[in-house]
């Protein structure tokens, strides 16, 4: 470890895969219910748990951008992180918030008031004083980063980044924004979350990746900056206005179906081009990197974002299909792929990489590492398909039959039985991760710096 301050990823990264467990068994209870829907109907219904599921991805992906971010900053600007104060405050911030918003929504508290309780939108229930902190603690991380980026060197990787996590901070804001038309609210409750997952987290991940490739390949730095750009431009450019494939039924003017179907379409280009860089990156590498386990997730990391943010994407994007396909369980199938391949494996591939140069060791318990990526991997396919064959049967039944919504679901039994299955899987994968990450090698290496792990 070139840097002290790089320390400071170290915990980030521990409150994210705590997160990370309490996501995925959240999920794995919301499964259950799908089988069984009276299981803890009563103690915490279907609605709160999937509350908690979204929300706990939400943020332990951002506390996993935020660790990489101070991890990698200052080997790119080559030097100190501005303020690691700031930085522990913006993380005990962030906890706060994350615990009031647990007990906010597991309890039910302050229902219908407007600081305290939770409001009802997708992704960003939050109550106010939470979303308040959380801009607080996004400006001091803004700060603190960019300060450190100015005052040191600039590099591709950086700029992006920057990019990246400022349209970040600066599209949440619009969820302070709540009309009372419910047309309008959904137009720019988009602005936060495809704006988000199909545009500036793009950019996030397109950086850290190319950091993965520099280090694990010994690439060139040209090279891989060459190619960051165009990946950049092809998301930007598909990305904003492929948002119009969200506004086909929510009473939007009807030339969106044109500019969302053509846009969306070519939102599956930086996908497909992250995924051969990342490839042509390994292919043309001379490096014979000793984090095997990192290199898995990376290459994971971009082959699946592509299958599920590009190829499942793609499925029903356009508007003739979606008519037919919205909201059913193919909408789920795609959801959980794309965020499992571009962003739940991105977190884990920079995770798997940093964490034996931060903890002084030699890349540590890499065959249960990826034991734990194949589990996982496997399981998130396998549930992808199982949904996507549901969400066909459904779509059949219901919008084109016109079968009542509660009979076509009992027939849909079997698939969630199959889904839940794989959930287990992927827990057990889950689990096997952050087992592997955290827990100690019994060879300590004395210097700072892993033996094995070139820096650069």
């Avoid at 997708?122 to 005052?151: D, R, S």
Wanted: proline share 3%; with cysteine.
């Amino acid at each position: 470890m070139k840097y002290q301050s790089q320390k400071i990823a170290l915990a980030y990264f521990g409150v994210a895969l705590a997160l990370f467990a309490v996501q995925v068994l959240g999920g794995l209870l919301a499964g259950w219910v799908y089988v069984q829907p009276n299981f803890l109907s009563e103690v915490l219904p279907f609605n709160i748990i999937r509350m908690l599921h979204t929300n706990s991805l939400i943020v332990w992906l951002l506390l996993g951008f935020f660790g990489a971010a101070y991890f990698l900053i200052p080997e790119e600007a080559e030097r100190e992180i501005h303020s690691p104060k700031l930085a522990y405050l913006q993380l005990i911030i962030l906890v706060v918030g994350t615990l009031g918003v647990v007990v906010t929504y597991t309890f039910n508290l302050f229902e219908g008031n407007f600081l305290l309780g939770k409001e009802g939108r997708e992704f960003i229930e939050q109550p106010k004083w939470v979303k308040v902190g959380i801009v607080v603690a996004a400006l001091m991380f803004l700060y603190n980063v960019t300060m450190t980026v100015l005052k040191g060197k600039k590099t591709a990787i950086t700029n992006i980044l920057l990019l990246g996590l400022w349209g970040l901070a600066l599209l949440f804001l619009f969820s302070f924004y709540n009309p009372s038309n419910l047309s309008l609210d959904k137009q720019y409750w988009w602005y936060i979350v495809h704006l988000w997952v199909e545009g500036v987290w793009e950019l996030i991940m397109a950086s850290i990746l190319a950091y993965l490739m520099l280090k694990l390949t010994g690439v060139d730095r040209e090279v891989v900056e060459k190619w960051l750009y165009v990946i950049v431009a092809a998301a930007l450019f598909s990305g904003i206005l492929g948002t119009g494939h969200h506004y086909y039924w929510i009473g939007t003017p009807s030339y969106w179906q044109w500019i969302g179907s053509i846009f969306s379409s070519l939102e599956v280009i930086p996908f497909f081009a992250m995924m051969a860089f990342a490839f042509v990156m390994v292919w043309k590498g001379r490096r014979d990197h000793p984090n095997k386990a990192a290199l898995l997730w990376s290459l994971g990391c971009a082959t699946l974002a592509f299958f599920g943010a590009g190829v499942w994407g793609f499925l029903h994007t356009l508007h003739g299909v979606n008519y037919y396909t919205h909201g059913t369980q193919i909408t789920a199938a795609h959801g959980h792929l794309a965020f499992f391949g571009a962003y739940v494996s991105l977190n884990l591939a920079i995770i798997t990489y940093a964490m034996p140069i931060l903890r002084g060791r030699d890349p540590y318990n890499q065959v249960l590492n990826m034991a734990s990526f194949w589990l996982m991997s496997g399981g998130m396919a396998f549930m992808t398909f199982v949904l996507t064959f549901a969400g066909t049967i459904q779509t059949h039944l219901q919008r084109v039959n016109g079968d009542y919504f509660m009979d076509v679901q009992d027939q849909l039994a079997l698939f969630y039985w199959m889904r839940f299955g794989a959930g287990a899987a992927f827990v057990i994968g889950a689990l096997l991760f952050i087992y592997a990450v955290a827990m100690p090698k019994s060879e300590v290496i004395e210097s700072g710096d892993a033996a094995n792990v070139p820096a650069e």
